[in-house]
């Protein structure tokens, strides 16, 4: 590779950069005094909470600003050429190939009406003079580079015959066609499963051993950068507030802010019980309305009144290899933050009596979707059916005042488990009672007071709340429709409600437009909780939320379940998550459950293999830490004709485990270990027993802030 | 008492933001200009209920007078005053509807009643059509295509020949041929609106269907409703004038502009002018609602921050 420039000047310089945009009435300045290098070889990591400027910046490199958005001061420089006050000819010259771009979703970056190597082709033939022939093998040596099995073929298919990690493969192999000397990588991973997340996170940690590109990798999630990067940037409300190696930002942040996102993660070692989370209180300022002083004193624990006079620079700060904006970061570690003094005091939590009955018993419940053909046959009721089977045979309790959290890729049955739980979805087969009623039948068909104890919490919160109505009216809604309180005391209850969400009675009036996400999700539990229900459904709650709401989200959960005694079921992706928030942890895979069990057994050995790859894909947010590396081969297979016996089996790691592979396609055994650990697999518990744990617990606990 | 002290102040609060929803049209320079058209027609309309120049059913001129100092827009075949013609034919367009039942009247033209006509029934089947989905989805759009399909003047026909020539049958006419538009319109929304979680919130709760479709879905659907009902109400009165024109309209003998014309034609190598006027009045006014619902739908789908 042949870059123009000195070897020694860094490949991205970006200096004391402005970008505003222009908006009715006036310019909002998106971007303030942003500097950073980035060098050849290195992955420079850019994390912040949404609406903080990080795709702004990369926007501003490769000028894709749109139509009012300019960059008013400071220089950028690539590879030692300046880009800023260029015309628009001599910056496509200048930039011409030198940057490529990969963006958060595949899907929507491939053309899906072109066969993916004629759209691969494209990026050579339209850059360079070069035959066809030619294109097409360098194309196919790309694809080897990024570890796509039989290229050939993929070369032949379009966009959406390739699952999801494949399609990013095929994006990030286009990016590197060039050879571009930066590559700028928008939130890569977000929209894929973990699995396959951390399949590509790989990759992109060998491409930086193996081509000389720099890498700007933008993301929120923190464990990623912990896996992939040698540098990493904080932006908080459109400024750099810290940069410095990773290793150095995660032992020893020096801006509050950084230390916040740090410590409102929850670790996968701890639950409830141990601990707490820390989320950052308030939001991010809108950029026309940022603060006075340091742009973060309203929400800092140690804001004193020069932060909010004076607005701090960058400064290396004395002792290590971190450059901060903060005044007062070498004190830092001598203050007790006041907020942690009065959340860390001693938790008690509801005990519930598993000795009762339970309160909701699931067993084989079974849900089959009709699929729909076009053949003639179909039309007159003739010619086989197909079943898409989402669910299959699911069985599980529930005890009262418990948390039972379920996780699973997409598309593993989580979401049509709730539905039918709730109703939405009438069960095809199997038994289920809540409180001792049959509730496998339709919602409709259900008694109101029955209805009333089954409520749900949804996952998008610009969804969650019908935009036409006030909190209020949306929160009393339920309360007039079950008439669990009289008429005149609605107001007041709602406003009870509202202060058991941390919310003012002035919110009263809002309208959901006029709430943040974080509000938002919260109105919707008040919502739920409304009814007074026993039972409540949350699907994906916090996936949507930014780090720091999702801490107050879940310390709202715990806290609501210890006042209400309300039993929870909880679904998401995240496995820290539902370590911290449940007390029994359900796996599924493909509309099985390979796994169901106490929170601490299922984090520990004896896993199912599907759990312990699972748990070995996670992104860790601590560089120090040892993780297995297990990574699953190919994508899950249809759900219309799934494999026979243990779904898991097509693609299990540990099947060689067995001495007859084959008794895989016939049905696994419940395997039941201590505490009603149950494990459907055929290996045995004693092999399982033997497995090494995927992550070194102690060493996490021990890390944590 | 927290709660009374706040629903006073939020009166105010509620003026101020209706306002502030509401200014966005004069942000909007075409819809200006058409709020403008319109607000003349209505002010002519509004003025013609207690004065017009001379009287429009009188024959008191001379035949066929191009426009002088005495008749503005000169006069017809029958020595009627063109411009106070002119004046009250926007009355029965706009702003009253005679019922076939003596001498009475209710407020709201033809053209208004007809389109809320086609606006109920449209966005009633449109949100069953949405909401239900399956068969009932199958029977109201084969229905509704099957209305679409008639040729609209045969359909004009056959319904004043059964009913007979009254407003209210034109009302009707209006109503069945703006119908299956407004409910295309209200299917989609409400097919795009039921996939939000507010609405299986709702269905959590165990809602009543209708209380789903008129109370969750119809308010977040109202916007671009009544946006195309705003140029709906142009294209009725477009369709006044053609039943008019036909000699199949409002009853005589109170003018209305489609009639002025079909009955001027006859003489237009006499008298160009009485074509002209009535012809021009049923255009601006049709480009006057046009452009004032393109001005509204292109604020309201704005970026606003």
């Known amino acids: ?57 990369a926007w501003s490199i490769v000028n894709f600003l749109g139509a009012n958005g300019y960059i008013k001061r400071g220089s950028l420089k690539l590879l030692g050429k300046q880009l800023v006050n260029q015309t628009k000819k001599e910056l496509n010259k200048l930039r011409g190939n030198q940057v490529s771009m990969v963006f958060q979703d595949p899907m929507q970056s491939l053309n ?72 700028i990588m928008d939130e890569p991973t977000t929209a894929l499963d973990v699995t396959v997340e951390a399949a590509v996170l790989d990759l992109v940690a060998k491409l930086r051993e193996e081509f000389d590109t720099a890498i700007m990798f933008i993301t929120h999630n923190l464990g990623v950068v912990a896996r992939t990067c040698s540098k ?50 308030g939001r991010v300022p809108a950029p026309n309305n940022r603060p006075e002083g340091c742009v973060f004193w309203p929400r800092c624990d140690y804001a004193q009144q020069r932060c909010k006079l004076e ?46 009955d339970p309160i909701l018993n699931i067993s084989k419940l079974k849900k089959y979707y009709p699929m729909r053909s076009n053949s003639v046959w179909e039309m007159f009721g003739l010619g086989k059916k197909r079943y898409v089977k989402a669910l299959e045979n699911a069985s599980f309790e529930v005890h009262r005042g418990k948390t039972l959290g379920i996780v699973g890729e997409s598309g593993c049955g989580k979401s049509t488990l709730l539905k039918t739980i709730i109703g939405l979805e009438k069960a095809s087969d199997g038994n289920a009672q809540f409180l001792g009623f049959d509730i496998s039948k339709q919602i409709s068909r259900r008694d109101v007071s029955l209805v009333k104890e089954l409520q749900m919490v949804f996952q998008n919160p610009d969804s969650t709340m019908n935009p036409s109505y006030s909190v209020g009216s949306q929160i009393a809604r339920p309360m007039k429709r079950f008439r669990t309180v009289p008429k005149e005391q609605i107001p007041s209850e709602v406003i009870k409600l509202l202060k058991a969400m941390r919310l003012s009675p002035q919110y009263y009036d809002r309208f959901p437009r006029q709430l943040s996400g974080g509000e938002k999700q919260r109105v919707g539990i008040a919502r739920a909780l409304a009814s007074n229900p026993d039972l409540i459904l949350c699907d994906e709650p916090v996936s949507a939320l930014d780090v720091s709401v999702q801490a107050a989200i879940l310390n709202l959960l715990t806290n609501i379940q210890n006042e209400f005694e309300t039993t929870l079921i909880f679904i998401s992706h995240d496995l820290s998550v539902v370590r911290f928030i449940s007390d029994e942890v359900c796996v599924m895979y493909l509309g099985q459950i390979m796994e169901i069990g106490p929170v601490h057994a299922i984090y520990a050995p004896p896993y199912h293999p599907y759990t312990e790859a699972l748990l070995s894909a996670i992104p860790l947010p601590d560089p120090h830490l040892q993780q297995k590396h297990i990574r699953l081969h190919g994508s899950v297979p249809s759900a219309i004709s799934p494999p026979q016996g243990c779904r898991f089996n097509t693609r299990c790691p540990r099947r060689n485990l067995l001495k007859d592979p084959a008794i895989c396609e016939t049905a696994p055994p419940q395997q039941v270990s201590i505490d009603g650990h149950i494990i459907n697999c055929h290996i045995s518990l004693e092999q399982l027993k033997k497995i090494e744990p995927v992550i070194n617990l102690k060493k996490v606990a021990s890390n944590v802030v | 008492m927290e709660l009374q002290v706040n629903n006073q102040s939020t009166f105010k609060v509620r003026m101020k933001k209706a306002w502030k929803t509401y200014s966005v049209v004069f942000n909007s320079r075409i819809a200006v200009i058409g709020m403008l058209l319109i607000g003349f027609w ?103 295509d099957a209305l679409i399909a008639f040729p609209r003047i045969v359909l004009y026909l056959v319904i004043i020949a059964s009913l007979g020539q009254s407003d209210l049958a034109v009302i009707f006419a209006i109503t069945l041929t703006g119908a299956p538009g407004v409910a295309r319109l209200a299917r989609g929304l409400t097919l795009d609106i039921q996939t939000r979680d ?43 004038g053609t039943l008019g024109f036909l000699g ?35 255009a601006s006014l049709v480009i006057g609602l046009n452009l004032f619902a393109d001005g509204i739908r292109e604020e309201m789908t704005r970026f606003q921050k």
């Open chain 1, 112 to 183: 899906p009406s072109m066969r993916l190597g004629e759209q691969m082709k494209e990026v050579l033939t339209t850059h360079f003079k070069i035959s066809n022939d030619q294109a097409h093998k360098r194309c196919i040596e790309m694809l080897n580079k990024v570890y796509m099995p039989d290229p050939a073929t993929v070369m032949k298919r379009y966009p959406h015959q390739i699952s999801g990690g494949q399609q990013q493969r095929v994006v990030i192999a286009m990016a590197l066609l060039n050879n571009p000397a930066l590559l």
């Open chain 2, 198 to 240: 507010y609405i299986r919130a709702a269905e959590t709760r165990a809602e009543n269907i209708w209380f789903i479709m008129f109370f969750e879905i119809l308010p977040n659907a109202k916007g671009p409703l009544l946006v195309d009902c705003m140029l709906r109400v142009g294209y009725a009165i477009f369709m006044i």
């Open chain 1, 311 to 356: 607005r701090p620079i960058v400064r290396l700060i004395p002792g290590t290899n971190i450059q901060a904006r903060c005044h007062f970061s070498e004190e830092l570690k001598h203050k007790k933050r006041q907020s942690l003094q009065n959340i860390g005091s001693e938790k008690v939590l509801f005990q519930s009596d598993t000795t009762k």
């Open chain 1, 232 to 281: 990493v940037g904080v932006m908080y409300a459109g400024e750099m507030v810290e940069f410095a190696s990773v290793t150095d930002i995660f032992d020893n942040p020096q801006h509050p802010y950084t230390q916040g996102l740090i410590r409102c993660l929850p670790k996968i070692g701890n639950d409830k019980a141990s601990s707490t989370l820390y989320p950052i209180s």
């Open chain 2, 42 to 144: 209505i002010t002519a309309a509004v003025v013609s209920l207690f004065w017009t120049p001379y009287s429009p059913t009188a024959f008191d001129f001379i035949q066929n007078l191009p426009p002088n100092s005495i008749n503005w827009l000169g006069t017809d075949h029958l020595g009627r005053d063109i411009l106070s013609r002119l004046m009250s034919g926007t009355q029965v367009v706009l702003l009253k509807t005679r019922l076939p039942w003596g001498d009475f009247w209710i407020p709201g033209g033809v053209a208004i009643w007809g389109v809320l006509g086609s606006l109920t029934f449209g966005t009633l089947l449109g949100l069953n059509a949405g909401y239900r989905r399956g068969v009932a989805d199958h029977v109201i759009m084969q229905f509704l």
């Open chain 1, 1 to 57: 590779m042949i870059y123009e420039g000195s070897d020694t000047s860094p490949v991205l310089e970006i200096n004391d950069l402005a970008v505003a945009y222009k908006v009715r009435g006036g310019e909002v300045e998106a971007l303030q005094n942003i500097s950073l290098e980035i060098q050849k070889g290195e992955t420079c990591g850019i994390v912040g909470e949404s609406g903080c400027g990080k795709s702004t910046m």
């Open chain 2, 248 to 282: 199949i309209g409002l009853p005589p003998p109170a003018p209305d502009w489609g009639s002025m014309i079909n009955e001027a034609r006859k003489y237009i190598f006499l008298n160009q002018f009485a074509v002209l006027w009535p012809a021009f009045a049923i």
